[in-house]
């Protein structure tokens, strides 16, 4: 190629497909299920055909968008793990801190909003949705926490999450803090 010849302008496979999953998120939080492929294709300024390459229809689309999530979830809590901690609770404490206000990517992906309902019915999407609840069960069993307290440290940890997400008033930057580390130190062992 010479100095003067251009490269076209495309993008890579792997980049459409993140930009086609990045703008169907994106209408998922703006309308919920209320759109169309061509929505979707016009926000990610690909052709409609060029969606079709990817995503053979809708509902593999979503299946791709919530595997997707799914996924950035969990890099989310393991990048807000301290491996260094050498004791019961390690990711219990990891999802404390991605959620309670360590990672605004976290709790978008966690309480994405009241428009995804309806995602579930889906039938690949609810399989997905049984199965990471199961991999998360899994996981924080074999944390090492009794059960019970996994589970209260991890339900509150996710209620603050979502009203963070709706950035609701009644917490304030204050309670996030004193809760968070409220919330860390029940996950010590």
């Known amino acids: 190629m010479t100095a003067t ?14 930009a086609i ?16 492929l061509a929505d979707v294709a016009t926000v990610a300024e690909v052709s409609k055909s060029g969606l079709l390459y990817h995503f053979s229809n809708r509902e593999a ?5 919530v ?32 959620l309670c206000g360590g990672s605004e990517d976290a709790i978008r992906t966690f309480a994405p909003s009241t428009h ?3 995602i579930e019915e889906v039938p690949e999407v609810a399989e997905l949705l049984r199965a990471d609840a199961e991999w998360w069960r899994a996981a ?22 979502a009203a963070l997400a709706f950035d609701v008033a ?5 309670e996030l803090v004193m809760t968070r580390a409220a919330l860390l130190e029940l996950a010590e062992p």
């Not at 890579?12 to 497909?17: S, V």
């Not at 209260?152 to 603050?160: H, I, Q, T």
């Not at 009644?170 to 204050?174: A, H, N, R």
Request: aromatic residues 8%; positive net charge; proline residues 2%.
């Open 21 to 36: 999953i990045a703008a169907t998120g994106q209408l998922l939080q703006e309308r919920g299920m209320r759109f169309s």
């Open 140 to 161: 924080f069993l074999k944390d090492g926490l009794p059960a019970a307290r996994t589970h209260a440290v991890r339900f509150a940890a996710e209620g603050l999450a």
């Open 67 to 98: 595997d997707h999530a799914i996924a950035r979830f969990r890099d989310e809590v393991m990048e807000h793990t301290d491996i260094s901690e050498n004791r019961a609770g390690k990711l219990l404490r990891g999802y404390v801190r991605a």
């Open 170 to 174: 009644y917490v304030t930057q204050e």
């Open 5 to 18: 010849t251009k490269r076209p302008t495309s993008r890579d496979r792997e980049r459409t497909r993140q």
């Open 116 to 118: 995804w309902a309806g």
């Open 61 to 65: 689309l979503l299946v791709a968008v």
